[in-house]
């Protein structure tokens, strides 16, 4: 599932095609992805100018002078097609900007989602209602993570992935982001001290900053929108890389949580 970098890497890809551009066409060749396309988005979107793109956790969105939002999710294999030079059984939404840009949602499996939400109102919106801060803003602090873990026996990986603790972080950057600041995965949350945790909070910022730089981590069947794999997967330390060396040495090791492999390093992380 594309997360964090691979959606901020989209918006960024869209934008240079998108922002400031008036919509002059729009496209739905199915009903439906997830849930169905919204009834009015033809009619809201086509005339409609894209004042900025941004990003909310793992949603990317693309404002108009409407004061209507398309906030997009690409689910477990979606992704934009800029420019296609031919058509896809899968392209479901096409967006043809006044400028001659053509841009394809592109999704296999459907398990990606489109809304409209009036801008105003994204805050409370259902998805985002109670989201937690963004891990690259300054709403994420050693000290919001200190509140939300108090008392906490929850393994602080499990927290991590909370997405009302912490908006948008997945399974791949949590393992990055614990294996850089020395915890290990299955400790309490409420064990984890304050020093542990202002190392925490600069790792996660560090892991998914360098993800975003080299285009976010190939799995499947993500690209960025000009079709080019993300590489940083040559750069996981520990995820995915369960029986070779860590830097240290010793090797990596995998367990399941809550239905996820999580990799770490025994003799690193404490």
Not at 88 to 93: A, S, T, V
Request: proline share 7%; net charge positive; hydrophobic share 40%.
């Amino acid at each position: 599932m594309p997360e964090l970098p691979e959606v901020e890497t989209t918006v960024r890809g869209l934008a240079r095609f998108l922002e400031g551009e008036r919509i002059a066409r729009v496209v739905v060749n199915r009903p439906d992805l997830r849930r169905p396309f919204p009834p009015d988005l033809v009619q809201t979107l086509t005339g409609a100018r894209v004042t900025t793109m941004g990003r909310r956790a793992k949603y990317g969105l693309i404002h108009t002078d409407r004061d209507q939002t398309m906030v997009f999710h690409l689910g477990m294999s979606g992704r934009w097609r800029i420019e296609p030079e031919t058509p896809d059984k899968h392209d479901h939404l096409l967006l043809e900007t006044a400028g001659g840009h053509v841009l394809a949602l592109n999704d296999a499996r459907r398990f990606g989602s489109v809304d409209l939400v009036p801008t105003g109102a994204l805050d409370s919106w259902g998805p985002f209602a109670s989201l937690g801060p963004e891990p690259l803003g300054s709403g994420l602090t050693s000290g919001h993570l200190y509140t939300a873990f108090a008392g906490r026996t929850a393994p602080v990986k499990q927290m991590l992935l909370d997405q009302t603790i912490v908006a948008g972080l997945g399974n791949i950057y949590v393992c990055e982001a614990l294996f850089r600041s020395g915890i290990r995965p299955d400790k309490a949350a409420g064990r984890v001290t304050r020093p542990a945790l202002a190392r925490l909070v600069p790792a996660i910022r560090e892991v998914l900053s360098e993800s975003i730089a080299a285009g976010g981590s190939t799995i499947r069947d993500y690209a960025q929108p000009n079709g080019e794999l993300g590489y940083f997967a040559a750069s996981w330390q520990v995820y995915g890389r369960e029986g070779a060396a860590c830097a240290c040495g010793a090797p990596v090791q995998r367990f399941v949580q809550g239905g996820r492999s999580t990799f770490w390093c025994r003799k690193c992380q404490k």
